[in-house]
């Protein structure tokens, strides 16, 4: 199983860049799962609708975010309508989103994703490893593969 993950997309020319490159690499490569993060497609600050909207096109599985997917606060209330956008899990409880998602592969994989953000200059958040544990108990036996972004 092949598995592309893109880091920090940054603006209309990372989004430009996505929308240009993406399949080709998809298919040069044979990747059977690709995911992206876009904390920063809103010229580098957050995510908005028309974003995430602009996207959907693309053969995305999970989309990651991060610390700056709050900067858009007109979004924030959106994370919770997106089955395929995570933000850290171990952010306080209450926030909206979620920290895990699984999705199934072009191949038939069921694969959870996961992400967690450190705390050194970061916003306070709940010790990573404290959160992965608990994450991780949750989806036991849901998954094949388990992929963990730190952010």
């Known amino acids: 199983m092949r598995v592309l993950y893109i880091g920090d997309i940054v603006g209309q020319p990372g989004r430009r860049a996505l929308h240009e490159k ?50 858009k606060r007109e979004f924030v209330e959106q994370l919770d309508r997106y089955e395929t956008l995570i933000r850290p899990a171990n952010y306080p409880a209450g926030n909206p989103g979620k920290g895990c998602v699984i999705r199934q592969s072009a191949a038939g994989v069921r694969i959870a994703v996961l992400q967690f953000m450190g705390q050194v200059f970061m916003p306070p958040c709940e010790n990573p490893f404290h959160s992965a544990t608990r994450e991780l108990a949750a989806i036991a036996g849901a998954s094949d593969v388990i992929i963990v972004d730190i952010h």
Not at 35 to 58: C, K, P, R, W, Y
């Open 22 to 71: 993406l399949e080709h690499v998809i298919d040069r490569e044979r990747v059977d799962f690709t995911i992206v993060n876009i904390e920063n497609a809103a010229g580098g600050f957050g995510i908005t609708e028309s974003i995430m909207h602009e996207l959907s096109d693309l053969p995305i599985d999970v989309y990651t975010s991060g610390n700056h997917v709050w900067d």
